[in-house]
């Protein structure tokens, strides 16, 4: 069974490659700035939760995560073929709010702000 280093160093590699490979995609769905935010292996290698950040409304994500999970036997096939693993995990596209939600913290902080100030 593979250790806690070696998961972190494969979640980096599927990080990496799926971030290049994206960019590569033809679908009219995965459109926009998509960033991959990180990525979750479990410890036999049988899955990979990657998360997404979209930029924009909210709403634009659920199309993305589409094109996404359509493209994700092509992503796994080509993963399988630039990373030396014995078993290419599966590919799971979970939206990340995080960015989105820390973008409106800093926007509620700025409010206040301006408004402290006399």
Request: proline share 4%; aromatic share 4%.
């Amino acid at each position: 069974m593979p250790n806690n280093n070696r998961i972190q160093k494969i979640s980096e590699d599927i990080l990496r490659e799926l971030s290049r490979l994206i960019s590569t995609l033809k679908d009219p769905r995965v459109k926009g700035l998509v960033s991959l935010t990180h990525v979750e292996v479990t410890k036999d290698l049988e899955f990979a939760k990657v998360y997404v950040s979209v930029l924009g409304e909210q709403s634009d994500a659920k199309p993305v995560l589409e094109g996404l999970t359509s493209a994700s036997g092509f992503l796994r096939r080509e993963l399988a073929a630039s990373l030396s693993l014995r078993r290419t995990p599966r590919l799971d596209f979970i939206a990340d709010t995080s960015l989105a939600h820390g973008a409106r913290i800093h926007q509620l902080l700025s409010e206040m702000e301006k408004n402290d100030v006399p």
